[in-house]
């Protein structure tokens, strides 16, 4: 068993914030992650980073845009809290050596991006998210923070009191891939996750392989509600055959979508007839969706984006990167031929529920980054809104954790902050097969840090040697099952009907789980083995996902419902919430906090 | 821990048909390096045979430096050996001086260009001074 | 954690040594190779030729210094190869005396060999 | 065709398994997967026969298991992949492993070169799974682990020796001084940034150490990576002059910088075009300079 004050779960750029901020306090704090820390998804991103550093432009103009942005889904301490922290959290990345992009005067330069009223978004050339990776993840090596990598954390060890609110999280159980050696991971004062997206929920991402929301999942398990699950974004210009992103800068620059017909839909089919290419990320998915839906996709599956009458010059001096990227990753040159593109998964703005101060309604349990929902970004979240996130409540998450003394947390969490039981019908039993059976509240009566801890990392051998041992069929099968009704049925357009049709695919699929076995016998690096436990770990959020969805009959931010074509702000400025209730999810809302520091945001119609 | 295998030799030189321009220079510099050295100890022990000469002796020719020369001079392998040895110096100049200019950051972009160049120009040299070499009295 | 390696033999004064007896090799090598093979053809070669040329003080002189340099430079350039090889430890250190009594046999005995060619000793 | 092969050691696999025990539970269970492994090696057969032989491309597999008895004598097993425009090599190897074995093992994440998990010895080079085009290389291909690295299993090798050789290059920035207010940036120059903009884009991959000849003999050489990791600070200018000797001290070590005979390998196969040769030779120079004044 190992022991630190805090363990912090994920090490991409909310995870090592975390870290480092446990660390400034004094606390022993060590990383335990699935990847070495610069393989993190942050690593990614492109686009930038949003802070109002520059005179004329202030925290609350942003936050302003924020909670409009959000389309009034995000919590206004969650809102301002970010928006004032960010630009000391910025400038610390630049103390921190973060090579940004300069303006001619030695500064950090800044630009504009969607939905922003100042350009406040840094930058450090197209690898915003790879530059500000390596940059913390060398600060952790400064400091020595401990790294525990190709750790797999499978469970959290939590006590098992019946109401979540009074168990007490100890530490968490993690599987060494290179050795197979399962073993314990005491965390005196929290235990903090940072596991990020949840993208593998779908079959054609944007996210990394390894963004299979562990992190929501595990929590959920241990009682921790579930916040907006359903609001997931879409990107309409990625690469079909990998999901790679193809920035909006092809758009912005005057790139045409074109339909198998080689019609330029977007105005002759009048899904936006000013706006056109332009129109808003989840305008655009859905109008490359329909035409595929309608026969007009180029083979079926995508449509052409072209940037050839750009001119090679124009393309050389301001695109190379996506030459680059078509040319990788999808065999296309873009100076010759137009550029497939479909709709993709991006990112999830729902989580784990958790406050300003990264906490959970368990206590000792920390969330943070992309798996966490302090709700910030509500129904939408901006471009260049995550990154900050990871820092601003990243740091705010180990800071706490490691014992420093914090304003009070505005917004409540746990299962005490409903406002209202959830309505949904879901066409069958949703949650566990074999409900209580694998929860991380085990039986007994486990309280005692040390006892806690042994069981949960008991129940994991168990859990180890029992798909190792047995036999069934492959996880991947499950897999891409799941994947499949994801992007069919709670994809962009969402149908009551197909919202169903997902629910009944995926408790199939959970049934199927039952049968899976690891068929490699091997201790020794055995990625079917975590991958088996991902899947489980995907089951579980894909559901919540669509039981939210199902549930939010309105069509806000990333949420499209084909049946309530408009949002109702008189229903909806609520959270939906789920408890996952010993395998028996229960669904139900928290209220939107709008009242803010300076003002209280009135909800205006969201547009551009 | 997982032990772990060893692939030895494979992983070098068992590989070299895929190896690259610069690896393949770095591999003939050595080897003409290392015949150079090689070369310099036997050309001192050769020349070793000028100490102790007596100048009747080598008034007449017959002094043992002179007979030793033009005696391994006689031999067409030697003259063969030269020609090798001229090959190797040549080359070993040629990228020695491509390596300066790699060290001073000249022309990195093309160092594969130059490898081939100084490649060609050993061969033309070589070609050239092989009537010179393999010329002259071999008696 | 790494481990931190600090041994100070700085390796960067033997690096520049084997540039610059380089760039005065070039010089003298192919100085040296037109001078014996074909101005004069090597098989003409006389002891009283050469002790002509080996009077000539600058001549003796550049002739010792290519001694030199190509001696530092050759040996050198052997050990750094071993060395780039792998070779650590008590071994190392055997082939470094081994090497650098090679070098200074040669050059003393070049020397011995050089003065001999000429008439002033 | 090699299915010939794969079904050979598919059975020897299951073979091993089979303790010589009484009837137990878990013998049964073993005895089920055998039948199933054979029916599935079956399928698999089918399904590959089916194959159009114009639209598939045959993989060369490394396999190496440390535990599993037929993998400890490294084998290379083949699998034949349909093939479909802008299939990466990763791609294949995800298709292979999902569709034929699931216990192939590499290391993979992001799907677009930034997360760096997947260089791999590919007909002959190292090169990124995610980043290389199947239609640029000759059929069938071959895929190694790295060269010149442990390898844990399969195409697994252990980055352990790469990760501390980038560590010890002291790889974080660590300026002299910084402003005192918390919301004054350093200046930089775009001169100075640009400088150091493609030493900023390594993805910490290993390709460039695996191809180093050097690096294979000289255990304690840095490599280039690491050395190029140190250039991006010591050509820092935010970082100052202090830091710039500490940092050229490092590198001007005997295992430093000096053991780099430009071999280029390095620069040719860096996935992010780094040109690591150039920098290396920079700084050797560098370290010269500096080390003239105290002459
Ligand atoms: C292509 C792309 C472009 C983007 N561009 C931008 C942009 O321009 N601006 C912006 O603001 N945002 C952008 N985003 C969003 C943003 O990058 C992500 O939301 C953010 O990086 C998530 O960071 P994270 O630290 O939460 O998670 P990650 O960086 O994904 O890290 C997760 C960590 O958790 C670990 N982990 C996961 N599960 C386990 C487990 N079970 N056990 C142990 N460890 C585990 C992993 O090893 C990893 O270290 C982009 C996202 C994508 C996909
Ligand atoms: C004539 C001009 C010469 C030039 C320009 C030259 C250039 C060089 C250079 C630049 C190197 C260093 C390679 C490196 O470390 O990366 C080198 C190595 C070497 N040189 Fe020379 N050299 C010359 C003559 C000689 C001579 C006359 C000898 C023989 C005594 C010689 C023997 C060697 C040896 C043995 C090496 C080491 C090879 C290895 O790495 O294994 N060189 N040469
Ligand atoms: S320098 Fe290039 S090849 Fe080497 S680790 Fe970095 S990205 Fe990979
Ligand atoms: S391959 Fe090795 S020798 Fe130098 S140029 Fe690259 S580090
Ligand atoms: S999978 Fe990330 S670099 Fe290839």
Partial sequence: MYEHDVIVVGAGGAGLRAAIAADEEGADVALVTKLHPVRSHTGAAEGGINAALQEGDSWDLHAYDTMKGSDYLGDAPAIDTFAKDAPEEVIQLEHWGMPFSREDDGRVSQRPFGGLSYPRTTYAGAETGHHLLHTMYEQAVKRGIEVYDEWYVTQLAVTDHDDPEDRVCHGCVAYDIKSGEIQGFRANNGVILATGGLGQAFDHTTNAVANTGDGCAMAYRAGVPMEDMEMIQFHPTTLPSTGVLISEGVRGEGGILYNDDEERFMFEHGYANNEGELASRDVVARAELTEVNEGRGVEDEYVDLDMRHLGEERILDRLENILHLAEDFEGVDGLDEPMPVKPGQHYAMGGIECDENGETCIDGLYAAGETACVSLHGANRLGGNALPELLVFGARAGHHAAGKDMKTAEIQTGPSAKSEPGDVQPPVEPGAIDAGSDDVAADGAAVEPKAVLESTVEQERQRVETLIESDGINHAEVRADVQETMTENVNVFRTEAGLEKALQDLRTARKEYENVAVEDPSRTYNTDLIHTIETRNILDVAEAITLGALAREEFRGAHWRAEHQERKDDEWIKHTMLAWNEGTPELYYKPVILEGDEETYEPKVRSY | MSQSYNRGTVEDFGRWREFTAGMWAWIFHKFTGWVLVGYLFTHIAVLSTAVGVDPASAQAGSDLYTSTISGLESLLIVRFLEVGLLAVAVFHILNGIRLLMVDLGVGLESQDKSFYASLLLTGAIVVASVPTFLGGKLA | MAEHYSSFDRGGRRWLFQRLTAVFLVGVLAFHFMLLHFVNHAADLTFLGTQARMNRPWYLITMWLFLVTATFHGVNGVYNALVNQGLTGSRKNAVKYLLGIAGILLIVQGTRVSLAMTTLV | ?295
């Fill in chain 4, 1 to 295: 065709m090699s299915t010939q092969i794969e079904q050979q050691e598919t059975e020897t696999e299951a073979d091993e398994e089979t303790e010589p025990e009484v009837e137990s539970p878990g013998d049964r269970r073993r005895a089920q997967r055998d039948e199933r492994q054979a029916q599935e090696q079956a399928q698999r057969e089918v399904e590959e026969e089916t194959l159009d032989d114009e639209d598939t491309i045959t993989l060369k597999v490394f396999r190496y298991d440390p535990e599993v008895e037929g993998k400890q004598e490294p084998r290379f097993d083949d699998f034949r992949v349909p093939f479909h425009k802008g299939m990466t090599i990763l791609d294949a190897l995800i298709y292979a492993r999902d569709h034929y074995d699931s216990s192939l093992t590499f290391r993979h994440s992001c799907r677009q070169a930034v997360c760096g998990s997947d260089a791999l010895f590919v007909n002959g080079r190292q090169r990124l799974g995610c980043k290389t085009q199947i239609s640029e290389l000759d059929d069938p291909i071959r895929i190694e682990p790295l060269p010149h690295q442990e390898v844990v299993k399969d195409l697994v090798v252990d980055m352990e020796h790469f990760y501390d050789q980038m560590e010890a290059v002291e790889p974080y920035f660590d300026a002299d001084e910084t402003p005192d207010d918390k919301l004054e940036e350093q200046r930089q120059t775009r001169e100075n940034r640009e400088k150091v903009k493609m030493s900023t884009r390594c993805i910490w991959c290993g390709a460039c150490m695996s191809s180093c000849n050097i690096a294979a003999g000289d255990n304690e050489y840095l490599g280039p990576a690491a050395i190029n990791k140190a250039y991006r600070f010591a050509m820092d200018e935010r970082e100052g002059e202090n830091r710039k000797q500490e940092r050229l001290r490092i590198i001007e070590q005997e295992h430093g910088v000096w053991r780099c005979q430009t071999q280029f390998s390095c620069t040719e196969v860096c996935p992010k075009d780094i040109p690591l040769t150039e920098h290396i030779q920079e700084l050797k120079r560098e370290a010269v300079k500096n080390n003239l004044k105290f002459w």
